[in-house]
Structure formats: C-alpha cells, structure tokens
C-alpha cells in the first residue's frame, strides 16, 4: 500500500489497517468515477461485509468517501479529494450519469445555482443528477 494512501487515513483521523488501506486504494484508483458497492467488493476482493459497512461509514464521516445520487437506483459512493474543489464531500456539486457506460461522476461545484424554497423551509442539501452522455462514450 501507498505511503499516500496511508497519509489520507492518517488526515482523516482513522486508525491504519490492512483493510482500510486496500478500500481507500480501490477509491483512489476510481477518484474519476463513482462506484457501486458491488463494483467496490468485486475489487477489494475477499471481506466481511459487516466489515466493508462499517468501513464506508467510518470513510463518509472523515469525509474520505460522499454517497452519490445519480439518479440511478444503487447506492455509490465516490472518494472525497480534498485538494480538488468538485469532489469534497462539504460542499454542494452535481453528480453526472452516462445513459450508454452507466459510470457516474462527480461534476463541478453547484453553489452558483440559485434555488430558493419557502421562506418556512430551511435548506441543508442540494443534490443534483444530471444524465446525458460523457465524453468518453460520445
């Protein structure tokens, strides 16, 4: 494993271990794109999927990993670059699906986007699905 990989762990507050380090480098190796929770066993290989649970919730609240919603119905997940503005986990970005490769990825921040609700509602978050065709598939 990475000294990089053990360096986000150690940013994100979180306790090493051998499988720590191999999820957090399957979402490294995919930080372009948003993985399925089959895509992500399929990848880490032998586990306790009490264990990957767990884990992913462990990495969403040191902000490693957001959920994404994309319109489809699985959960994803994708990896939190907190050097790389469209992908940190605190600040409001749009998630874009491909129709024809079915990959999701997190597009660009959102927070231009003018959206007013009822002055008797309060916002917390903004999700936004966009679906279309990427550019690898057009």
């Known amino acids: 494993m990475s000294e990089h990989t053990r360096q986000i762990l150690v940013r994100g507050r979180l306790r090493i271990t051998d499988f720590r ?7 490294v190796a995919s930080s372009h794109s948003a993985l399925t929770q089959k895509e992500i066993e399929a990848r ?39 050097d790389c503005p469209e992908h940190r986990a605190q600040e409001e970005h749009a998630h874009f ?7 999701t990825y997190c597009l660009g921040s959102i927070s231009d986007l003018a959206i007013t609700v009822p002055s008797n509602y309060s916002l917390d978050k903004v999700q936004l699905a966009l679906t279309g065709t990427c550019s690898a598939c057009n």
């Open 44 to 82: 880490i290989g032998a586990h306790d999927r009490i264990t990957l649970y767990r884990t992913l919730k462990s990495f969403e609240a040191a902000q490693l990993i957001h959920q994404v919603v994309d319109g489809s119905l699985e959960n994803k997940y994708a990896f939190c670059l907190h």
């Open 97 to 103: 699906l491909c129709n024809q490769c079915k990959t």
């Open 21 to 27: 380090l191999r999820l957090l480098e399957v979402f």
